[in-house]
């Protein structure tokens, strides 16, 4: 017996989505075994041909039973309330633009047709056009919704006594809504584990229907409304479910007495936007995403930062980015010489980053924390992609967030070393060299390098280099090459990585090149970055 209520329960799972825990086992069993009796059949396997057919009256009773359709008109009414204010402020700003609101999950109608009550309100004062989809599994709930007849304790639990009065007529059995009221909802059957969801909803009521699924499917449905809801749009979830593990799609709109709805987000500034507003000639030149190269990503093992460039939106181009990133990770935290297991990432360079690929982003750091690998520092000098990252919680996911100017990072070669004596500071012929990231800097950190002349000389500094960045906190460094007579060839390259480096933790450098012209000169030609000279 326990076999068959497994099969049952798996049958309902693969149709509906909904999930029957173990410990719900016995009422199935109950249920299942008064059925067998009252149909007259011989045992379970036959019961089996009768729900084969997930639109049987048979399979619908089945999954009536195993949830709960008590509802009431404005249940949880401080969520109504809040829907009230969200449509007015609605209606006054756009006051002919309609709006479209879904109550998925509707059961016998209450929630819908209090969705309507406000609707009516807010229509009479604004003359705003509102629309209701209502949608439920279950056809028989439908009809009861679409006769509209309730019961004493649906109308009156939590309902506002004065629209009782207005929009309700008294009957033996309890209420009847008015026709006014009705004209708002349209009733559909919709499987919101299998069937497609409408488009283009500014508001959607889903409460207390989560709960049934199992966490993978509730994802994915979490995942349909964010595709179904216009940009800004609103999620109103019973209290006891959350979307707070899906903050990089949905903001909560927390209130004194918690969490009552979620607001949908984008990094895409084109989702939503009024296109009345905006020529044809325009959006003509839009190029296709496919237009622009794939993002890229790249080590910088000076300061062990990876840096991540341009457009990454996409699956094709979301799955290469998360490839390329783990890719670096790991083969710089295992088995590499240095054995690197705290990273810091650099989107100084990212143009734009989508809703799905900061949530693959945040799924490959937290899979990162499982091998033991930290995400130290995030820099971001771009105030938008800071507030994706803010708000979509990668930030929380580091040890440190660093907000770095957008100004640029002043560089300053001078030709002759500051004497030990402060009396004795003497700068001739200086020449200074500037690319500005920000001002207050005040003392500098040193590094004096000896040699330049062989490769061993090279690898020594190198080290000293990479060491170097990694101890001194402070903000403007000095390196001293006043000794320098003669620089090996091979030392360009070596500095040109500097260079690339060292604008992740330092804002400015002061290059110290003593009388030496041709040692001076040699560091003006090997600069990359655009420099000005003074």
Known sequence: MFDLIKSVSKNITETTGIEISSNRYHLLERYLNERIKNLRIKNLQDFMLYIEDSNSEEFIQLINTITVNETYFFRHNDQFELLKKLLSERARSKPYQSVKIWSAGCASGPEPYSLAIIAKEIQDLYGTEISILATDIDENELNAARESIFSERAV?????????????????????????????????????????????????????????????NQLKIKTKFYQSLKNNGYLFLSPSESLFEYDEYFLP???????????????????????????????????????????????????????????????????????????????YSAGASKNITNFNLNFNDMVWMSNDAINALKKSIKELKNSSIKINKIFCNNQTARIWLETSGITRLSQNYFIISQEKTEFIIKDKIEAASKTQMQVNNSKKIEKKITAGIKHPGKLKCRSLKTENDINEFYKSLVNFLKINSDSRIEIDFSDIIEINPKFAYIWRRFLKAFTDTHNKICLLTGENKKTRDWFEKNNEIQLTIK
């Not at 939503?272 to 905006?278: A, F």
């Not at 000076?302 to 939106?313: M, V, W």
Request: hydrophobic share 35%; charged share 30%; glycine share 4%.
């Open 156 to 216: 009156s639990t939590e309902m506002p006594q004065k629209f009782q009065h207005i929009y309700f007529n008294k009957i033996k059995d309890g209420y009847t809504l008015k026709n006014e009221i009705k004209k708002y909802v349209k009733f559909e059957k919709l499987n919101l584990f299998s069937n497609d969801f409408p488009n283009d909803m500014d508001f959607i009521f889903c409460r207390n229907v989560l709960i049934y699924f199992n966490p993978e």
């Open 253 to 331: 709109i927390n209130s004194e007495t918690g969490v009552k709805a979620y607001r949908k987000w984008t990094t895409d500034r084109r989702d939503g936007e009024d296109k009345r507003t905006i020529s044809q000639e325009v959006i003509d030149r839009r190029r296709p995403l496919e237009c622009y190269p794939l993002p890229t990503i790249y080590l910088n093992d000076f300061t062990d930062t990876i840096h991540i460039a341009g457009i990454i939106a996409g699956k094709n181009r979301i799955d290469f980015f998360t490839t390329q990133l783990l890719n670096v990770f790991f083969k």
